[in-house]
């Protein structure tokens, strides 16, 4: 579960498999590229600094003003992968049929990325080739790679530094660049010494600088000789020698962007680290990994492909975050060339939400750079004609606006709205203050201005005419309602920071907040036009359907002709001019939806249900970024098996390549939106000023989930079975909401409650509520002696929860008399056991309860619970009685009312049927194998009483009923 593996290698997904494979550390990112070449089909083996960026032109067929002239794309940088080995002078590579016992792993908890497989020569000779890299967090500006080669008899390696690269394009694909390939000049690049590689490389517009040095050290107990030269400004470095060859090498970079002397800087590094091996920091990158995740795992029972992909995305996610105030994350990481390295609004909205949970510092470093590139957004607003404030690029690198489409790109306003929501969602989940006034102060006043800029009053109300939402298929609309909910919050969060940061209670943030308005001349009577404008704010709203409309017109137009074969290609983005596309009433990804995610508090339940029954209807998701919202929201809307299956859509999204396009990069923001879903929707997390809000659900697919959250000085631990409960791991007490109940979470208080998603409980008799077994087999025994025969004790779990007659054969066949007696004999026979066991059940009473089945079947009941017993005994009603327990059930299933008893799943489908109840809605109580394989079937959520390796099909096992009374127990304290 803790590795992305292949065993099997296929030329049609290596280029999907090298984004998949991807290394990084959130400023260098390698692709998967293979070191050795491919023997067919295409590749991009690209090596990428987060944050570096070369300015090409913009070509418009048609200039206006203010259209941008220039755009950031992202450089492909030093290739330094690139291995060849030969053994007897003969190439090794992936041969049909001359390789065998391949394996591929990218390991989460190391870090390392791994191939070997054996390679056979023309000559029958084996080579034994592995492929280890690695780079490290802790030292961002390395690349290792280790090179085991096995092989009896001449090897060379030849290790390339290609200093003259070229990024992949495709002009028939907007996702991807196309043109201007050539962004990096190589002004520099020699070989330094035998093993050690030199080179400089500059931008060619924009002029920073790439130093890269590259040393070899070489393990064998043979004679081997090492010869390094240039050729072409490429490097080459030599090595031959014979049987076993071990190549360590070591690449470093620095750049102009951050250091002063990046040449110096590289240097350094090189000769500090010349005698470190790969080992040493293989083992401090297990101790990096190790602390990460134990903050940040997300731990899924039950359900292994799922928490081996989520897992994935958590460590990609990782691997692609800036680390610094000059990057950030973009929509594709650091695992491709798709969208250009472009960062985009998917920062604050998909990824940040997920960082904001246990990684505090990472997510600030994401906003330190939006507060880097504030400048570059203020002249941004100068340009689109406004006097004040700040308008963010849609796309960008260095701050540039670098989208040439601007219906679909500059007019999407929000991302002013997205940013200041990430600044704020972090502020509550942390109370940094420093952090606020130093730098997102400023940030969330200046983006606030544009709206007072671009929006107007009439007739009393506030309006935004001409702006693009998060739907692009739906362009330069009136009162986009995602975007007018996000500037109203946004307006009243800017008025609110300007009186809270001026009266905060120490002195240094109210004087920093001071000189922070001083210069940016912020006033309150602009404070206050702020707030009018947010109370006054319009959102519309069609009455009749009872929905909030995605914006003034969009309710009128026709919807997409989804029936028509000519309109039925997709995405649409590619197949139909633009306008063809805003006509109609389809979507792209979640608009109006995704307001309601983000802010719900205004919003009844009820709306939000019929907004997603409706926009859900006429959405294509084309856009990555869109199944993740509608899980989301279907967990919020009560729609547990939608939810699950939007989840599984954004979950395997990459590694299933259903988008077609993962060869140039993973879809970073639908990582997030797969982390987000078990935080937000299935824990249904909201983050509110007044704390924490949850509405949990549980996966049916999964038993159970757990996670952690740092909220300001308190950590907390998540743990979703059947019932939510939170931990105070560390810190101060806290508050929190779970389903409109508050809870004080203390040290010894947790805040347990049952998942409101549950509404019934369907109960096993014998074993699970009392001891009736042991009855039973002794009924058993007693029948098998009248018989001539002895039952050995281990038959006992054979006949545990299954039918009579099913039980009756176990035992005849034990005594080998299972030919012995007619069907109406059998029957008799069974009847004669029933009776035996009535007669030991006589005197059963309440005493015979196990300890906490009472106080269960009371909670459950207060608790407004439907309850029903499904046992294959037909004596239930009669022990129920003697037990009085009788008035806690709803309905007791008479086993003679289904045609086939456990394993089958008719009995527990016949109780959730008469408790008017469907089964993923139900908890099935279950001792034996054989009836937890019945709650299975039937779809139920399944709990076994009793020992775990017996029951060992289900993750959730108690070993008593009453174990399972405290696991749900309120705490003492609310």
């Not at 992202?74 to 590579?93: A, G, L, W």
């Not at 939006?370 to 701050?399: C, N």
């Not at 019932?723 to 040290?747: H, M």
């Not at 709803?890 to 799943?905: I, L, M, N, T, W």
Request: with cysteine; proline share 4%; hydrophobic share 35%.
């Amino acid at each position: 579960m803790w590795q992305l593996k292949r065993n099997q290698y296929h030329p049609k997904q290596q280029m999907v498999e090298e984004s998949l494979f991807t290394l990084g550390n959130g400023y260098l990112g390698m692709r998967g590229a293979f070191e050795e070449g491919y023997p067919e089909g295409h590749t991009i083996c690209g090596t990428y600094i987060n944050g570096l960026y070369d300015h090409v032109p913009m070509i418009h067929a048609e200039m206006a003003y203010g259209f941008p002239e220039w755009q950031d794309k992202q450089p492909r940088v030093v290739d330094t992968q690139k291995f060849y080995i030969y053994c007897d002078d003969e190439k090794v590579q992936l041969q049909t049929g001359k390789y065998e016992h391949y394996e591929r792993v990218l390991d989460y908890k190391s870090g390392e990325g791994l191939r070997q497989y054996d390679f056979r020569t023309q000559d029958g000779k084996v080579a034994t080739v592995v492929f280890k890299r690695l780079i490290p967090f802790v030292h961002k500006h390395f690349i290792l790679y280790r090179y085991e080669i096995n092989y009896p008899g001449n090897i060379k390696c030849e290790s390339h530094m290609i200093n003259h690269v070229e990024n992949f394009s495709d002009p028939m694909d907007p996702r991807v660049g196309k043109g201007h390939t050539k962004l990096m000049a190589v002004k520099e690049a020699k070989p330094l010494d035998d093993g050690i590689g030199y080179s400089f490389l500059e931008t060619s517009q924009t002029k920073i600088s790439l130093y890269t040095y590259m040393t070899h050290h070489v393990i064998s107990d043979e004679a081997y000789t090492m010869t390094t030269k240039s050729i072409n400004e490429n490097i080459v470095t030599m090595i031959q020698g014979k049987n076993k060859i071990i190549v360590e090498k070591k690449v470093f970079m620095s750049d102009s962007l951050r250091e002063k002397d990046p040449k110096e800087k590289a240097l350094i590094a090189m000769q500090q680290h010349n005698q470190l091996l790969y080992q040493d920091y293989l083992e401090e990158q297990r101790q990096y990994l190790e602390a990460f995740w134990r903050q940040s795992d997300i731990v899924i029972q039950g359900n292994i492909p799922d928490q081996q992909a989520l897992r994935l995305m958590l460590f990609q996610t990782l691997q692609s975050t800036g680390v610094d105030e000059f990057s950030n994350i973009s929509a594709k990481g650091l695992s491709g060339e798709g969208y250009e390295g472009h960062y985009f609004w998917d920062t604050e909205i998909y990824i940040l939400p997920t960082l904001i949970m246990n990684q505090p510092e990472r997510a600030k470093k994401l906003l330190e750079y939006r507060y880097h590139i504030l400048p570059m957004a203020k002249l941004r607003a100068t340009e689109l004609g406004h006097k004040t404030g700040a308008a963010y690029p849609w796309r960008t690198i260095s701050g540039i606006e670098s989208s040439g489409y601007f219906p679909a790109g500059t007019a999407q306003y929000h991302i002013n709205s997205d940013i200041a929501y990430g600044f704020i969602q972090y502020h509550l989940m942390t109370d940094d203050w420093q952090f606020m006034v130093h730098k997102g102060l400023e940030v969330i006043v200046e983006t606030a201005r544009t709206w007072i800029e671009i929006g107007h009053f009439h007739e009393g109300s506030f309006m935004i005419h001409h702006v693009t939402g998060p739907d692009e298929y739906t362009a330069i609309v009136s009162n986009n309602y995602y975007t007018n909910v996000m500037a109203k919050y946004h307006l009243k969060w800017a008025e609110k920071l300007y009186h809270q940061t001026l009266n905060h209670q120490e002195l240094a943030i109210r004087e920093k907040a001071q000189r922070v308005f001083e210069k940016i001349d912020f006033k309150t009577t602009e404070a206050e036009l702020m707030s009018n404008a947010s109370e006054a704010m319009y959102l519309p709203y069609d009455k009749q359907l009872g929905l909030f409309a995605q914006d003034d017109t969009f309710l009128s137009k026709a919807k997409w002709p989804t029936e028509d074969p000519f309109f039925s290609k997709r995405p649409l983005l590619l197949h139909y001019h633009p306008l063809t596309i805003y006509r109609h009433q389809v979507l792209k990804q979640a608009d109006v939806l995704l307001a309601h995610f983000l802010l719900e508090d205004g919003v009844s339940t009820e709306a939000m249900v019929r907004g997603f029954d409706y926009y859900e209807s006429i959405t294509t998701h084309d856009s990555s970024l869109s199944p993740c919202i509608y899980g989301m929201m279907a967990s919020r809307c009560g729609k547990p098996q939608k939810a699950y299956h939007y989840f599984q859509e954004s979950l395997f999204l990459d590694i299933k390549d259903t988008k077609g396009n993962t060869k140039d990069g993973l879809h970073m923001a639908n990582a997030g939106g797969s982390i987000m879903a078990v935080f937000y929707g299935f824990a249904g997390l909201r983050i509110k000023e007044e704390g924490l809000y949850f509405r949990p659900d549980c996966p049916r697919n999964w038993e159970g989930y757990q996670f952690l959250i740092q909220y300001k000085e308190s950590q907390l631990k998540v743990t979703v079975d059947i019932q939510f409960k939170i931990e105070l791991l560390s810190g101060p007490a806290v508050q929190v909401t779970i389903d409109d109940i508050i809870f004080n979470v203390t040290e010894k208080t947790p805040a347990k409650k049952m998942l409101s998603s549950y509404q019934g409980f369907v109960f096993d008799l014998d074993g699970v509520l009392t001891e009736t077994s042991r009855l039973h087999f002794q009924a058993w025994q007693q029948l098998a002696k009248e018989l001539g025969f002895d039952l050995n004790p281990t038959i006992e779990d054979e006949v545990r929860g299954i039918s009579r007659l099913a039980s009756l054969e176990i035992i005849l066949k034990a005594g080998k008399r299972e030919n012995d007696f007619s069907h109406n004999e059998k029957i008799a026979l069974a009847e004669h056991k029933n009776k035996l066991y009535k007669e030991g059940i006589t005197n059963y009473s309440s005493k015979n309860l196990y300890p906490g089945v009472y106080e269960l079947l009371s909670f459950l009941k207060e608790q407004g619970f439907k309850i029903a017993l499904a046992s294959a005994s037909a004596s239930g009603p009669f022990l129920l009685e003697k037990m009085g327990i009788q008035g806690f059930f709803d309905v007791v299933v008479d086993p003679k009312s289904v045609e086939k008893g456990k394993p089958a799943p008719d009995i527990f489908m016949k109780a959730c049927e008469l408790l008017d109840l469907p089964p993923y809605g139900c908890i099935g109580v279950e001792d034996a194998y054989a009836g937890v394989e019945s709650i299975r079937a039937a779809k139920l959520t399944p709990i076994g009483i009793g020992d775990k390796d017996r029951l060992n099909q289900i993750e959730k096992v108690f070993p008593t009923i009453d174990d399972l009374w405290q696991h749900i127990k309120p705490p003492t304290e609310i």
